[in-house]
């Protein structure tokens, strides 16, 4: 069964428009939730990390929330460019340490962004 | 700061042949980390090591995969006689306890 359910599988939006992106997950411990960034040419890039019961976000033009009681996650691109084409990873484990970080990845978003 | 190295960056092989990744971590970390991320699914964690020691490689298939870091800085995942299946990008990361982890930019590896 996945554990970190990640939505929608694709998207194609024109450059400036915002974006939305899901993640549902059953896994525990859920300490923290991340978002990575994946692209060939710059491999996987922390955009936030998430902690809180209820907790909010804002790193330039991307946000994120997340619900713990409902295991919801969302990331906002506000006025894609096309830089942000990429995939998009949602990331739960039980903490952010690089000392034991065993967490569970979704399979990722792939977005394109069109001129 | 230098980040994660990895070399490679892309490997063909066909089915039957060996192939070895190399990772270089970032100076200092003590945690090194093998990620295999098929094509369209998250990275899985295949072993990690804290220094020279090997602390979880239970989901390593051991019968074709291995995996070092000798003097515990850069290491060398192996893979004997790949398989179509063990076509993946390939990822190294590293960090501390009192660091979040960071990764290299993978080996792309294709099996034919």
């Known amino acids: 069964k996945t554990q970190v359910e990640q939505s929608p599988q694709s998207l194609v939006v024109r450059q400036g428009e915002n974006c939305v992106l899901q993640?549902?997950?059953?896994?525990?411990?859920?300490?923290?939730l991340r978002w990575f960034k994946q692209d060939t040419g710059k491999g996987l890039v922390s955009l936030t990390v998430l902690v809180d019961q209820k907790d909010k976000t804002s790193n330039g033009r991307y946000s994120a929330t997340l619900d713990k009681d409902a295991k919801h996650s969302t990331l906002h691109i506000t006025a894609t460019l096309l830089d942000d084409t990429a995939t998009y990873i949602c990331v739960v484990g039980a903490g952010t340490s690089g000392g034991n970080y065993k967490p569970t990845f979704g399979k990722g978003t792939s977005l394109v962004v069109h001129p | 700061e230098a980040g994660v190295t990895q070399s490679p960056r892309y490997a063909v092989l066909q089915e039957g042949q060996a192939v070895s990744f190399w990772c270089d971590p970032i100076s200092g970390h003590d945690t090194l980390y093998w990620y295999q991320q098929p094509r369209d699914q998250g990275p899985q964690l295949l072993v990690y090591f804290r220094d020279e020691a090997v602390i979880d490689n239970s989901q390593l298939p051991s019968d074709r995969f291995s995996a070092v870091r000798p003097k515990g800085t850069n290491s060398t995942l192996k893979i004997q006689s790949a398989k179509q299946g063990d076509t993946a990008t390939y990822l190294c990361?590293?960090?501390?306890?009192?660091?979040?982890?960071?990764f290299g930019k993978g080996t792309r590896l294709t099996v034919v």
């Open positions: 990361a590293s960090g501390t306890a009192n660091t979040e982890v960071f």
């Open positions: 993640c549902n997950y059953s896994v525990t411990p859920d300490n923290h």
